[in-house]
């Protein structure tokens, strides 16, 4: 049988309490509330829309943590993480909302796909992607997917609509 799609991610962190109240109050995750009593310096989160049993485990390794060298000095390792989100608007609230915490680094047009790129308090990057639908994937968002594009998300609102469904017919 396949491998069908990622289930979860788990990522050490410096601080479980900080990187916690960051992906629940920017990206809208759900505690879950399955630690044995008196665990400390690991939670796992579920995201909003998500029928995982935890999409993402964060476990504590202490303030004096060094950053991830991945990418960096040639070093191996883990560039980022993508969560699908079904509308653009969903897209365009959680832009504010990275905006606002100061965690949005970039925004970016792959054609069939439009992309958040953000860092979460440990530096961590992730990306929050809309996918264009099956039926609504043409030409030049084909051939748009041969560059990285600057995102201008009123144009792809008006394009393609705030409540369209993205990713109909490739991830659903």
């Known amino acids: 049988m396949p491998i069908t799609r990622l289930n979860h991610a788990v990522l050490y962190v ?4 900080r990187s916690v109240a960051f992906y629940r109050d ?20 579920q995201a909003p829309g998500s029928t995982n049993d935890h999409d993402l485990g964060l476990f504590e390794i202490g303030s004096t943590a060094d950053a991830s060298p991945a990418g960096r000095g040639g070093a191996v390792g883990l560039y980022h993480l993508a969560w699908e ?20 680094v970039g925004a970016s047009d792959h ?20 996918i264009v639908p099956a039926d609504r994937i043409d030409e030049g968002a084909v051939e748009d997917r041969q560059r990285i594009g600057r995102l201008d998300l009123p144009r792809e609102l008006a394009r393609y609509g705030a409540e369209t469904r993205g990713g109909v017919g490739i991830s659903h």
């Open 111 to 130: 054609g069939t796909t439009k992309s958040l790129y953000a860092k979460d308090p440990d530096g961590l990057e992730f990306e929050v992607a809309w």
């Open 85 to 104: 989100v079904d509308t653009l608007a969903e897209l365009e609230r959680l832009a504010d909302k990275l905006s606002a915490a100061g965690a949005l």
């Open 26 to 45: 920017v990206l809208g995750f759900r505690v879950l509330n399955v630690l044995p009593d008196g665990s400390r310096g690991a939670a796992f989160l």
């Open 14 to 17: 410096r601080d479980v309490e």
